[in-house]
C-alpha cells in the first residue's frame, strides 16, 4: 500500500510505503487466545483418557502458530518513508535487518526498476552514484511499477 | 543500507525440474499439489480395482486374504491423505491467493516445503507393502490391538502419519495467514467468497484435529517398541482408549475432506445458475456450525464397543443436529437454482451430481446415527456405501466440478465439453453401479473387510466390481481432458463463464505467474 503526501507545487512531498495487512494485532491475539482455548480444552479431555502424548504436539502446533503470528505482525510494520525536502531526499526504511536511514541529493536521486524474467516480481531501487537501495518490496508488481513511474515524476518535479 | 546494483536483472530462471523443486510460487505449488492428487488418486484407485476384483466372485481369487487387509488399508490412507486432502490443498493454493486479492500465501517458502513432504511420507506408506509382514493390515482406523502386533510396514505408517499432519498444519497455519493477513482492502470477512471461508473453517479444523492424531500414533508406537501399555490390556492399557482418540480426530478429518468441498460447489452453483449464492450468510454460520459439532459426535463410530445409555443418547443426538446446518446449506443450493437460468456445463453437473449423491450419503448417516439401528449396520457394507457415497460424492465430484470450472483459468485453454460430459456421466452412472447395491450388501448382513464372501452376496458384488472397473477406467478420461486443455484449444477469456463472481475472474486467462499486479479493492 502507498501513502502519498505532497505540498501545492508537488516539489515536496513523502511517500509511505508499507504491506497490506488486513489482520490488526489485536485480532491476531483474540484468534491466537481462541486457538489456545481450544487446544486446551483437547489437552485437558485427553489427559482425562490418560492420552497425555497427544500434550506436545499441541504445544508444538500453537509454538508454530505463535511464530506465525508475530512473523506476520512483524512483517506488517516494515516500511520505506521517502521524504523530499528542498534540495534533499531522505528514505527511512525497515525491514527485517531493522531501521535505517539513507539521505540522497535529490538532483542525482534516480529510481530505478528491474524487471527480469516474466515469472518474477520486478524489483524498485532508489539511490545515486551507483549505490542503491531496494524499495517498495512489499508492493504488488503493478503497485510497484505505478510507484516506481509516480516516484520519477515527483523527483523530475 | 546502500547496495551496489552490479545487475539490476534477477537469476536465471529456473529451468526443468528446479523449478518445481524451489519454487514459492502458490500456482506453481497449486499445480503440484493437484498433480500428485491425481497421481495419488489413480494409484488408490488401482488398489481398489485389487479389492473389487478379489470381490468379483465367492471364494479367493485374485490375493491372499492378508494382502487383500493391506489393499483396504492402504486404499483408505492414500486416498484420504494421499488424493482428497492434498487435492483441496491444490486448490487452495491456486485459488485462494487470487480469491482474496494476495499477491501470494503469505509464508511461500513454508508453502513448498508442505507440498514437498508428502511425496516422501507417501512414499514411506506405499513403500511398507513391501517389507517384511508387509503393510498395514488393521484397516486405515490402525485399531490396536491388530495394529501393535502388526509388522514394521505398521511404523512406516506411522511415520507417515506423523509426516503428512506436519504437512497439512503447516498448509493450515499458512492458509489462515493468508486469509486473515492478506485480504485486498475492502474484502471483509462476511464478503469472502464461501471457497474461502469454508477454506479458513477447515484450517482450523486440521489444527485443533492433527496434533491428536500424531498423539495417537505416537503412543501406538511406543507400545509397540517402548514397553508402554497405553492400549494394550495385558499391560493395564485400554484398546477401546485408542478409538475413542482416532475418532477425535476422525470425524472432523470428514469434515476436513468435505467443507473445502461445499466452498466450490458454492462458487459453482450461482455461476451457472445466474444468480447470487441463496443465504450467504447462514451458508456462512452453517459451516461454522458444522465444525463445531464435528468435535462432539465422534462416539458415532463406535456405539458397539460399550458405552453407558446416557452416552449413546448424547452421541445419538449430537449426531443427528448436523443435519440442520448441513441441510441448511443443501436447502441453500437449491434455492440458488431455482428459476436460475441454468446452464448445464460440466462443472454444473457434477455439483448438481454432489448435492443430490451427497444428500444420498447424509441421510444414511443419519440412520446410522440412531443408535439402535446402528449396531445392525455396524461393520457392514452399509457403512462402505455410506462413507463412498459422502467421500466421493462430497469431495471428488466436488473437486472434479472445481476442475472443470477454474481449468480455463489454469491453463488459458477452454477444455473439451464433450469429453467432459462423458467424463462425468460415466463416473456418476459406474460409481451408482458400484456402491448403490453395497446398501443391500450391508442390510443382508455382508460385513466389510472380508476377501471372501457367502454366496447369497454374489451377484450384488458382481455388479459391484463391474461398476468399479468402469469408474476407476474412466477417470483417464479426465487425464486426457486436462492433458489436452494444457496442450492447446479454444482460448479462454478472463471472465470463463457468463459473468461469474470473483475476484479471481478479473484476471486474465490462464492467471498470470504474479497475480494480483494490482492490490484489487473490494467494495
Redesign the interface.
Known amino acids: 500500500m502507498t501513502y502519498l503526501q505532497t505540498a501545492p507545487d508537488r516539489r515536496d512531498f513523502k511517500l509511505l510505503i508499507r504491506p497490506n495487512s488486513s489482520l490488526s494485532a489485536v485480532a491476531a491475539i483474540m484468534i491466537f487466545a481462541v486457538f489456545c482455548v481450544v487446544a486446551v480444552g483437547i489437552g485437558v479431555y485427553m489427559v482425562m483418557l490418560g492420552a497425555w502424548p497427544v500434550l506436545p504436539f499441541l504445544g508444538l502446533e500453537l509454538a508454530l502458530l505463535a511464530i506465525t503470528f508475530v512473523l506476520i505482525k512483524k512483517r506488517s510494520t516494515f516500511f520505506d518513508l521517502i521524504v523530499s525536502e528542498g534540495d534533499r531526499v531522505q528514505l527511512k526504511k525497515k525491514d527485517r535487518s531493522g531501521e535505517r536511514e539513507l539521505k540522497l541529493d535529490r538532483y542525482w536521486a534516480q529510481i530505478r526498476v528491474s524487471t527480469g524474467p516474466s515469472w518474477y516480481p520486478s524489483k524498485m531501487w532508489i539511490g545515486s552514484h551507483g549505490k542503491f537501495t531496494e524499495i517498495g518490496a512489499v508492493l504488488t508488481e503493478e503497485d510497484r511499477l505505478k510507484t516506481a513511474k509516480q516516484l520519477r515524476s515527483l523527483l523530475r518535479a | ?5 552490479a545487475d ?3 537469476d536465471e ?1 529456473p529451468k526443468g525440474i528446479t523449478r518445481w523443486l524451489f519454487t514459492t ?1 502458490h500456482k506453481d505449488i497449486g499445480t503440484l499439489y493437484l498433480w500428485f492428487s491425481f497421481i495419488m488418486f489413480l494409484v488408490g484407485g488401482a488398489m481398489a480395482l485389487v479389492i473389487r476384483a478379489e470381490l468379483f466372485m465367492p471364494g479367493l481369487q485374485v490375493v491372499n486374504p492378508h494382502f487383500y487387509n493391506q489393499m483396504v488399508t492402504v486404499h483408505a490412507l492414500v486416498m484420504i491423505f494421499g488424493a482428497v486432502m492434498p487435492g483441496f490443498v491444490g486448490f487452495a493454493n491456486w485459488m485462494l491467493p487470487m480469491m482474496v486479492g ?2 501470494d500465501m ?2 511461500p517458502r513454508m508453502n513448498n516445503w508442505s507440498f514437498w513432504l508428502l511425496p516422501f511420507a507417501t512414499t514411506l506408506l506405499i513403500a511398507s507393502l513391501f517389507v517384511p509382514g508387509g503393510g498395514p493390515a488393521a484397516g486405515w482406523t490402525i485399531y490396536p490391538p491388530l495394529s501393535i502386533q502388526g509388522g514394521m510396514g505398521v511404523d512406516l505408517t506411522i511415520f507417515t502419519i506423523h509426516i503428512l499432519g506436519m504437512s497439512s ?2 498448509g493450515a ?2 492458509i ?2 493468508t486469509i ?6 475492502g ?1 471483509t470477512l462476511m464478503k469472502m467468497p464461501l471457497f474461502v471461508w469454508t477454506w479458513v473453517i477447515t484450517a ?1 479444523l486440521l ?2 484435529a ?3 492424531l ?3 500414533v ?2 501406538l508406537l ?1 507400545d509397540r517398541h517402548f514397553g508402554t501399555a ?1 492400549f494394550s490390556a495385558a499391560g493395564g492399557g ?1 484398546p477401546v ?1 485408542f478409538q ?2 482416532f475418532w ?1 480426530f476422525g470425524h472432523p478429518e470428514v469434515y476436513i475432506l468435505i467443507l473445502p468441498a461445499f466452498g466450490i460447489i458454492s462458487q459453482v452453483i450461482p455461476t451457472f445458475a445466474r444468480k447470487p449464492l441463496f443465504g450467504y450468510s447462514s451458508m456462512v454460520f452453517a459451516t461454522a456450525a458444522i465444525a463445531f459439532l464435528s468435535f462432539i459426535v465422534w462416539a458415532h463410530h463406535m456405539y458397539t464397543v460399550g458405552m453407558p445409555l446416557s452416552g449413546e443418547l448424547f452421541f445419538m443426538y449430537s449426531t443427528m443436529l448436523i443435519a440442520i446446518p448441513t441441510g441448511v446449506k443443501v436447502f441453500n443450493w437449491l434455492a440458488t437454482m431455482w428459476r436460475g437460468s441454468m446452464t448445464f456445463e460440466t462443472p454444473m453437473l457434477y455439483a448438481i451430481a454432489t448435492v443430490a449423491l451427497f444428500t444420498v450419503g447424509g441421510l444414511t448417516g443419519l440412520m446410522m446415527a440412531i443408535t439402535p439401528a446402528d449396531f445392525q449396520y455396524h461393520d457392514t457394507y452399509f457403512i462402505v456405501a455410506h462413507f463412498h457415497y459422502v467421500i466421493f460424492c462430497g469431495s471428488v465430484l466436488a473437486m472434479f466440478s472445481g476442475v472443470y470450472y477454474w481449468l480455463p483459468k489454469w491453463t488459458g485453454h477452454m477444455y473439451d465439453e464433450t469429453l467432459g460430459k462423458v467424463h462425468f456421466w460415466l463416473t456418476v452412472i459406474s460409481f451408482n453401479i458400484t456402491f448403490f447395491p453395497q446398501h443391500f450388501l450391508g442390510f443382508a448382513g455382508m460385513p466389510r473387510r472380508i476377501p471372501d464372501y457367502s454366496l447369497q452376496f454374489a451377484e450384488f458384488n458382481m455388479v459391484s466390481s463391474i461398476g468399479g472397473f468402469i469408474l476407476g477406467f474412466s477417470q483417464l478420461i479426465l487425464l486426457w481432458v486436462v492433458i489436452k486443455s494444457i496442450r492447446g484449444g479454444k482460448k479462454a477469456t478472463a471472465e470463463v463463464w457468463d459473468n461469474p463472481e470473483g475476484l479471481e475472474w478479473t484476471v486474465p486467462s490462464p492467471a498470470p ?2 497475480t ?4 484489487p479493492e473490494v467494495r
Request: aromatic share 10%; hydrophobic share 60%.
Open positions: 543500507m546502500t547496495t551496489a546494483v539490476h536483472h534477477h530462471v510460487n494476495a499477491p503469505a509464508l498444519i503447516l497455519i499458512n489462515i495467514a486473515l493477513n492478506m485480504r485486498a482492502p474484502m482450523f489444527i485443533a492433527m496434533p491428536v500424531a498423539g495417537a505416537t503412543m511406543t497405553f485400554d482408549m475413542h482418540i477425535f505467474y504474479h494480483f499486479a494490482t492490490a
